[in-house]
């Protein structure tokens, strides 16, 4: 099993920028695709971003498109997403996750997909 820990949350303005961080302990990071979800009180948590092992294929949902890129650096095991023009919609508990299938060529949006999960971050943005 892989502990992830989220970082980088915060109170920012709409328009601005933040970066989130996931560490993960453990051997096995670089084997497996990662997630970036996100869950706003009262609503389901939705996938954000993933990123396949070698970093080779991403995918993005449509609300952030354009806006949001993940990245992940396997040497320092941590995966990144950097969050510009911010909206406040965008306001949640932001989660890093690690999916089940080793040396998955794809990423996958559902969160049965995935066994490993940080505790999440906090991003707030205000108008």
């Known amino acids: 099993q892989v502990q992830l820990a989220e970082s980088g949350g915060g109170l920012v303005q709409a328009g601005g920028s933040l970066r989130l961080a996931c560490a993960a302990s453990?051997?096995?990071?670089?084997?497996?695709?990662m997630g970036w979800f996100r869950q706003a009180p009262g609503k389901e948590r939705e996938f954000v971003a993933g990123?396949?092992?070698?970093?080779?294929?991403?995918s993005y949902a449509d609300s952030v498109k354009g806006r949001f890129t993940i990245s992940r650096d396997n040497a320092k095991k941590t995966v990144y997403v950097q969050m510009n023009s911010l909206k406040p919609e965008d306001t949640a508990v932001y989660y890093c996750?690690?999916?089940?299938?080793?040396?998955?060529?794809?990423?996958?949006?559902?969160?049965?997909?995935?066994?490993?999960w940080g505790q999440g971050t906090q991003v707030t943005v205000s108008s």
């Open positions: 996750a690690r999916m089940k299938y080793v040396y998955s060529l794809d990423t996958r949006t559902d969160t049965r997909d995935y066994d490993s």
């Open positions: 453990g051997r096995t990071f670089s084997s497996y695709a």
């Open positions: 990123i396949t092992w070698s970093g080779g294929t991403t």
